[in-house]
């Protein structure tokens, strides 16, 4: 007993020194055929399998047992595929156990295991990608499967497997099954009513082939005049739009309302004229909603009145005029304006460059040469063009006052031109200027004159300059100082010099400062200052 353990002990020390040395081995050079491997394996591969029999890593994690069926998907990529998509017979699969690979398909019982455990006449379709109905239950597999092609290559469309069947000759393209079902090849449906064009009243009575013959069925027109041109009594005159006017429930019947479905309703006359009289041709093609489009013939104004005859005509009759000048426009009509005629006025057309300005008619009338603007109104009325002629000269630059008020206009307005007139006090008293100050105190009279009356005047020198007058300074003409012609405004030297030079005896030894010695009240009164 104690020889045969020893012989254990000694037989498991070997074993072990065999696997250490082949571990070794394995590690040294693990892209080579591994001895000890061969030892382990369980079984010979199957046929399918047999090149990879020499590098278990093509199928084997060392350490990681789980990690087989990561192998065998790297290699199967249309199962893995499947996997990931959860789609087709591996896809589908949620049992945990038998979602390793290895659960199903067995390796290491020889070359000629079967690792692919698959009964057909057991086998549940409903577990991939196309579950089989009506006909198609009833079906053997290899109707479908070629015995040289995979099962997952068989189509899963029907033009895969009824090609020949098809009556229309690829016509109406590859979706068999928006018109056929699984129970029976020739029984057919289609719903219309999906398409862009649902069949409604009478359409649905038409046999397919009167608007689909020769089964064509792809691009078909959809527009009434296609079937219908035989039924077009209108000559095309009312062009294509047959739907506008007719329906599905009967050819004859039309419901077209003139005033409802367009945007010009017939009225009076118009609703009893017939179609064609405004309708030269196709009724929705360059048709005007314009009276002068048909009732040109009748203008008697020969264009001058422009075309918007609605103005002035009405529908009951052509020859009755609503037009009212004051009403219906912004220039009402006052005065002799009541008696002229309209084309007076309106040379063209009525609408167009009409301007409410007087000077567009009387611009010949215009005695001022257009120099007192357009605004004649503010003169001139409707009674008369020259009698009854008001002007508010407020208005103006120059308002009038006191003596001014009374002054006739030919005093200042030598001319009908009456913007050239001079707004300057000197433009009309030069006269009296150049009498009394002789140009010496320059163009702006207004400083002491005022309307009231010329010799009339008042003037501040001590606020209104800046050379206040005291002493002697007081009582001076004011000619004595202002001696020179001023042409504009009054620029004068308020040195004491600048009138005092004879009055200096020093001969301007003691410079031009006389203020610092002299005073106002006496030139000889003397005031030293330091």
Known sequence: ??????????????????????????????????????????????????????????????????????????????????????????????????????GCHHEHRGRNA????????????????????????????????????????????????????????KRLGKKCNDCHVETIWGEAFFNHEKTDFPLKAMHRNVRCIECHPNERYENTPKVCITCHKLDDVHNKNNGKKCEKCHTEQMWSEVKFDHDKDTKYKLENRHAIVDCQACHKGDVYKSIKHDCY??????DSHNTLFGKKCKSCH????????????????????????????????????????????????HKQDDAHEGKEGDKCEQCHNEKSWVDQV?????????????????????????????????????????????HFHKERLGRNCGLCHNANSWRKWVFDHDKQTD?????????????????KVVKKEIKLDSKCVSCHETDDHHNGAFGPDCERCHATDSFKNLRLRR
Request: aromatic fraction near 8%; proline fraction near 2%; hydrophobic fraction near 30%.
């Open 314 to 361: 009405v529908t009951k009759s052509w020859t009755k005029i609503k037009f009212r000048h004051d009403s219906d426009t912004d220039f009402e009509l006052k005065g002799k304006h009541k008696k002229v005629a309209c084309i007076a006025c309106h040379p063209g057309d009525v609408y167009k460059d009409l301007e409410f300005v007087c000077v567009s008619c």
């Open 390 to 434: 008001f002007f508010d000269h407020d208005l103006t630059a120059f308002p009038l006052l006191d003596a001014h008020v009374i002054t006739a206009c030919e005093e200042c307005h030598m001319s009908s031109v009456y913007q050239d007139a001079d707004v300057e006090c000197s433009a009309c008293h030069m006269k009296d200027d150049r």
């Open 1 to 102: 007993m104690l020889q045969t353990y020893s012989q254990c002990i000694r037989s498991f020390c070997a074993y072990a020194s065999l696997l250490l040395l082949a571990v070794s081995f394995s590690q040294a050079n693990a892209s080579t055929f591994d001895p000890f491997e061969r030892l382990v394996m369980p079984g010979k591969l199957s046929t399918a399998h047999v090149k990879y029999e020499k590098d278990c890593s093509k199928c084997h994690k060392k350490f990681k047992k789980g990690g087989q069926s990561d192998l065998c998907l790297d290699c199967h990529k249309e199962v893995a595929k499947d996997v990931k998509a959860k789609k087709g017979l591996h896809g589908k699969i949620t049992n945990i156990q038998s979602r390793k690979c290895s």
């Open 293 to 298: 489009v048909c009732h040109k013939n009748e």
């Open 467 to 483: 050379y206040k007058l005291d002493g002697a300074h007081v009582g001076l003409e004011c000619h004595a100082c202002h001696q």
């Open 114 to 169: 079967n690792i692919v455990p698959f009964d057909r006449d057991t086998f549940d379709h409903t577990r991939t990608n196309f579950e089989l109905h009506g006909t198609h239950a009833r079906l053997v597999c290899a109707d479908c499967h070629d015995s040289k092609e995979k099962y997952r290559k068989a189509s899963q469309k029907c033009v895969g497997c009824h090609e020949e069947d098809d009556a229309h000759h």
